[in-house]
């Protein structure tokens, strides 16, 4: 379609501005055409709408991302994406009018890092990194993978929170996959595209997030890990081979960093991070990851290990994936609240089962094992109230706590909170963190007072996000005898 | 106008009743009773009596092949099929009226975009399954033929809830639904669903099935509802037919 100038009314919208020319569609910048009084009222946030520059009679091929788009647009919910307005009927205007997101495209930090030649601190990646595993995972939620994830596709709000962009090659698994088609073909951007993909896997969320770890290894050394392919067989390189450590374009790179992309980058779907949470949980909290010889390595693999993997590679074919909420509720984030103030060992042994249970007896489940503090037990003055020995000393509470927790099977965090308010705290923990079951003590947070106050485990119960389960208070019966 | 579209009730009363009442709480205004009234179910007459009123209130209905075997009861062959069975027990329960009711209902019912067959539109007499694209394919382009309008193809026959769709390729693809959830079939594409029977699922599953089409939104749902299918079975022994009937039902297959 051609140019819409400023003035233009398409669908009782009119054009403000083009704000944007891309190869697929022009954006505008629009506002409703009618006053207050008739029609639809201002929906209280600016509004862009999006035109393809193909329409209907340039052959349906071309418009069936911008079709894709507008359904899966339709059905999200949450602050990831851009708000949904409206869509043009796509035999006559296709349009879509949607929340105008004033923030910032990721790759403002890649060329801002070029520009100066200053590369970004991993304290900063990591930041932008969790906030797009934050985003991601809530699509995930909803039963949507986006399949085309790259710097220009996200928006980083002053908040730091992400905006996700761009559904026209996303799959939603509560509908038909218009983009499919008998012979599965690689759909995605070859930079950013994940192996899986390329052999015509759609609706695993895993992809995903091998494209945040291509985005996490460009904004940490301004590389690509697997340049831009143009032929089928460049794209196949990824099926079987490990891109160059990071901290070998970039020493001083923490190791910690190294193994969170390579393992995002892992060639089989199985060896990255179980869901987008496990990776935001990772970033939120580096000093806690389990370095490993990935970390550390400053050496490609092998050609020998190359050279297996390429034999393997080469039967790596299509297989449907389960829905995506099936695939990440196997692996939930578990979060236990662990009191230390007045809880006794009994307690602190049920609430240890009770977490065990939850995690499952399938590997991949994380457990984050979160303590409250009063503010008033730590002081400026002191330094033995100092706020930072305080915290070691129930970091390492915790960490006696967890022992026995299989951490080669699930991954385990640790978090002292400081709050006055414990339910409020925990809440707030639970909503940040994507948590899917929570594990509280009945007792030892105040249950039997519930007729008198509201008690902690009521409030928690009451407004969280999550299952919650209220733990009694139970000896193993060998402790008995 | 959300339509309600229920098929394969098999004179089973108590999974009708929960889906009708199921589909008139969710809005449903006209409804589509798309064949296999009768056969293997304790209640055909009962059925029938049912589809008899709600056609003189307005709804569709087409006729199964179970419905022309009760009132054609085939002849008794060596080995007689499940369905020929039930069909002379049928056949022997229903009213003459009742019969010429059945008998009378048309194979297919078009209205505008909307083509509602029982099993296939190619040929609709002679039952085809639709099981795979191939056969989604033929009964969609017998549909278009029928008329150049038609953009929905819905039926049932097959006792599974499954959607057929072009995507990018040649050939039409399978698509299988997640239950009680909207999915948009915009009428620029053509479409082909079977929407599950009511009265005797066969997916492993008990809950009955049948489909609500929102025709504004141009949005399908496949819809499951738990119903009654103990006493449902009950009814079949205390008729007096072959337990196996009976038993399935709880099985869903």
């Known amino acids: 379609m051609k140019l819409l100038e400023p003035g233009a009314t398409l669908d009782g919208f009119v054009v403000d501005a083009c704000i944007h020319s891309g190869g697929m569609a022009h954006i505008y910048s629009v506002h409703y055409a009618t006053t207050a009084t008739s029609g639809p009222s201002d929906p209280g946030f600016p509004m862009a709408m999006k035109v393809p520059r193909m329409t209907a009679g340039d052959g349906a091929e071309n418009i069936v991302g ?50 100066t030649r200053r590369p970004l601190d991993p304290a900063t990646i990591a930041r932008l990194g969790e906030a797009v595993a934050r985003g991601v995972h809530s699509l995930h939620q909803q039963n949507v993978v986006h399949h085309d994830l790259k710097p220009a596709n996200v928006l980083i709000r002053d908040d730091g929170s992400a905006v996700l962009l761009d559904f026209g090659l996303s799959y939603h698994g509560h509908f ?48 690509l890990p697997f340049g831009n392919p143009q032929t ?19 020493p001083d790179l923490p190791p910690w960093m190294q193994e969170v992309i390579l393992r995002c980058l892992a060639p089989e779907a199985a060896g990255r991070y179980a869901s987008a949470a496990h990776l935001a949980g990772e970033l939120a909290n580096p000093e806690q990851i389990r370095v490993t010889e990935r970390g550390t390595r400053s050496k490609g693999t092998s050609w020998r290990v190359h050279f297996k993997r390429w034999i393997k590679a080469v039967g790596m074919a299509y297989k449907p994936s389960p829905l995506p909420t099936v695939q990440i509720d196997e692996v939930p984030i578990v979060m236990v609240a662990v009191p230390f103030k007045g809880a006794t060992d009994v307690t602190l042994y049920s609430l240890r089962a009770a977490a065990q249970r939850s995690l499952g007896s399938r590997a991949g489940a994380r457990l984050a094992c979160v303590t409250v503090i009063s503010p008033s ?51 707030d923990y639970a909503r940040g963190n994507q948590v899917n079951v929570i594990v509280m003590g009945a007792a030892t947070h ?20 999550s299952t919650v389960i209220l733990v009694k208070a139970e000896l193993p019966f060998s402790a008995l005898a | ?77 060596s080995v007689p099929t499940r369905g020929e069975i039930t069909a002379a027990w049928t056949h022997a329960q229903l009213s003459e009226s009742e019969r010429a009711f059945l008998d009378a209902l048309p194979l297919t019912h ?38 150049a309008d038609s ?103």
């Open chain 1, 66 to 115: 911008f079709e894709v788009e507008q359904q899966i647009l339709r059905s999200l919910k949450g602050s990831h994406v851009p708000r949904f307005v409206a869509a043009g009927d796509l035999t006559r205007v296709p349009y879509l009018v949607m929340e105008y997101v004033q923030a910032k495209q990721l790759q403002h930090w890649l060329d801002e890092a070029r520009e």
């Open chain 1, 176 to 223: 038909p996959d218009l983009l499919a088609e008998e012979l599965r073909k690689a759909i995605g951007s070859p930079t950013w595209m994940a192996p899986e993909q390329v052999v015509g896997v759609r609706g695993d969320p895993r992809s995903d997030i091998f494209a945040i770890g291509v985005m996490l290894y460009e904004l940490a050394t301004g590389e």
């Open chain 1, 232 to 250: 089928s067989g460049g794209l196949r390189q990824r099926l079987w081979m490990d891109p160059t450590p990071p901290r070998q374009h970039r």
């Open chain 1, 377 to 427: 037990e730590t002081s400026g003055t002191e330094a033995a109230k100092s706020e930072a020995s305080v915290h070691t000393r129930y970091l390492e509470l915790l960490r006696q706590w967890a022992q026995g927790i299989d951490t080669e099977k699930h991954q385990l965090s640790l978090h002292v909170l400081e709050a006055g308010d414990v339910a409020q705290a925990l809440l």
């Open chain 1, 446 to 465: 105040g249950l039997a007072l519930q007729r008198i106050v509201q008690t902690v485990p009521m409030r928690v119960a009451m407004d969280a996000p």
């Open chain 2, 1 to 77: 106008m959300k339509l309600a579209l229920l098929s394969d009730i098999h004179s089973n009363v108590q999974a009708f009743d929960t889906c009708v009442a199921d589909a008139t709480a969710r809005g449903a205004t006209q409804f589509a009773l798309l064949g296999d009234f009768v056969g293997y179910g304790a209640n055909p007459s009962a059925i029938v009596q049912r589809v008899m009123t709600m056609v003189d209130a307005g709804a569709w209905a087409i006729k199964g092949n179970h419905d022309d075997m009760a009132c054609h009861v085939p002849t008794a062959t």
């Open chain 2, 110 to 147: 078009q209205d505008g975009s909307l083509l509602l067959v029982h099993a296939s539109a190619d040929s609709p007499e002679r039952w085809r399954y639709v099981y795979d694209a191939r056969g989604a394919a033929a009964s969609l382009a017998a549909a278009v033929g029928l008329s």
């Open chain 2, 151 to 253: 953009r929905y193809v819905f039926g049932g026959h097959v006792h599974e809830q499954t959607l057929y769709y072009q995507g990018r390729g040649h050939d039409l693809l399978r698509f299988m639904p997640t239950p009680n959830v909207p999915i948009p079939l915009p009428p620029h594409r053509r479409w082909l669903a079977t929407i599950g029977s009511v009265g005797q699922p066969r997916d492993g599953r008990a809950e009955a099935m049948y489909a609500l089409f929102d025709r504004d939104a141009s949005a399908l749902t496949f819809v499951r509802v738990p119903y009654d299918h103990s006493a449902a079975a009950a009814a079949i022994r205390a008729a007096g037919l072959p337990d196996f009937f009976a038993d399935r039902l709880a099985r869903g297959e």
